[in-house]
């Protein structure tokens, strides 16, 4: 009976480390989306020039590979998916515009 209640502890206590730790990959998303200047063109839930963070998640919802797709066009810029407004290049690392993909992707 111990041996379930401390694997039932340390399952909880791994879903409390992992809920931490996506919340703190959306806060570092949200500075980052701040630093590079996303939020001028982003908002999570509204259209701004570009689409709404929420909407692109909810399209590329299931792709396999979106995550991929995005950070092309995050780097490389793009346009016509969304209207006919571009998205210009940005210069921005790559482990950040992967940072930011992630959490975009995660909003319901």
Known sequence: MKMILVACALVAAGMIAADANAAV?????????????????????KKVIGPAYKDVARKYAGDKSAIGKLEHKVKNGGSGVWGAIPMPPNNVPDTDIKTLVEWVLSLK
Do not use: I, P, W
């Open 25 to 45: 990959n959306a806060a570092k998303a949200e500075r980052l989306a701040g630093k590079y200047n996303c939020l001028t063109c982003h908002a999570v839930d």
